[in-house]
């Protein structure tokens, strides 16, 4: 469904790039796909390790799966690329402090 590919950078950002052949459909079923794969990739940015670009170019298999199958399918192809990082950690709160949004 998907291919990955991957090449080190000197930046500590983290870019990603898709690619849709015109053999998945016209620009509305292209644009569809990419505006998927959009919102999967902005989920899973801030656990992407810095220093790398990614490009996502998609198959024919992607023109009919749903959204979860093409969130799974990314995720899956981060995670065997050994680019997900750990999520950084939020600090603990403190018992003391009282949120402004639970009152």
Known sequence: MLVLYVRPTREDACR?????????????????????????????????????????????????????????AMTDMLRRAKLLSAPPEQPASDPGVVDACSQ
């Open 16 to 72: 990603i790039g898709f690619s849709i052949s015109k053999k998945l459909g016209g620009a509305v079923e292209r644009n569809r796909i990419k505006r998927r794969l959009r919102e999967v990739a902005r989920a899973n940015v801030l656990k992407l390790r810095p220093g790398i670009d990614v490009v996502v170019v998609g198959r024919t298999r992607l023109k009919d799966a749903s959204f979860g199958e093409i969130d799974g």
